[in-house]
């Protein structure tokens, strides 16, 4: 099937200011070498749709529309005259003329702008959305105009399909080229147990991942937490808490956009803010990750029973034996005890942590038996396949 497919997306902010702190003269180059370069420090998904879809015939292309240097220069380049972000997005849609458009932020690009698309760029056909973490009855409204909307875990699947939403499951994947550019560099694993990724104090987010790292670190493991930590102040906590208390009693206090904790989780974050290192991205986070023993994996609680983060496949991808949360339908993506290692309770975390660095010989067993599954069935050409398929279901 032959059709032309734009994949739309924003990188993360964080990531942003690391790049450009790594590459300031990179925005005097051209758009397609700006692009290229970016795109081979290999953050988050790059443009690893676009690439394997191209290779099953699709003419497929990627947009990061975020990245102001980016865009503008694609904008000069082209001679449009306003430099409003959404504006030479449109742009380029006009160019490209797609037919079918995938939008992975679908939190910014939603509602009347999908709308609006649809009537300035006839060429399209299809829209779809993704959509991995909770999302507000407001948000779900915004993503009605989305022809159907892709997630990764069976969880947020079948909760679409629940309130009336066309979905399908897409899980995470790993690009097999990566290994080209991290080989040398797990020769020799230097590093324990890492956590790489994010610690939101959120309901709905990362309260269990915290309460294990918090455990892991007293149990004296050698643990290595490379993420954006800063210190919670706990009078201000204590303030909210207050403020949450006097709400029950007085209905003319109004409710704020804030959540106050316990102060025992407080102080537990700010002891892994103590001991946290600076975040690694991109392929440096892929040749930090190689270099572990044991790469540790909690979902966000938002998640429930359900397994699906980039994670799974990203440590298992590099060779590294990935221990995560028990989840129902971790038989479907990995075999638990021989192809990754899992754990049902903080206990037989700590316990299965310090087994594995006791058992060099059946971790290493244990990690490339992971990366071999990988290899075999969870890499981004197997998941554009998926896509080809869903994609072609909807014409």
Known sequence: MSYTLAKITSFYPGYLR????????????????????????????????????????????????????????????????????KHILIEQLRSIKPDVLFIEDAFKLNGDWVEYVRKEIPSVKQVFGWCAVNYSKKDFDNFKPFDYMLSCTPGFRDEFIRNGKKSYLLYHAFEKNILTKIEPMNEHRDKDIIFIGSIILQEAFHLKRLEILKKLNDAEVKLEIYSVLKRHDKYKNFLKQIYQFLRKFFSFLKSPNMQAFPMNIIDDYNTLCSICKTPVYGIEMFRTMSKAKICFNNHIDAAGEYAGNMRLFEATGVGTCLLTDHKKNIPEIFEADKEIVTYKSVDECIEKTLWLLSHDKAREEIALSGQKRVLKEHTYYHRAEQLNDIIAKNF
Do not use: C
């Open 18 to 85: 690391n790049y450009y702190e790594r590459f300031p003269g990179i925005t005097e180059k051209s758009y397609s070498e700006q692009f290229d370069h970016l795109m081979s420090d290999s953050f988050g998904w790059a443009d690893y749709f676009a690439k394997n879809l191209r290779l099953l015939g699709v003419n497929a292309h990627e947009i990061v529309f975020n990245i102001k240097p980016l865009q503008e220069t694609w904008g000069k380049e082209n001679n449009v005259k306003n430099n409003e972000l």
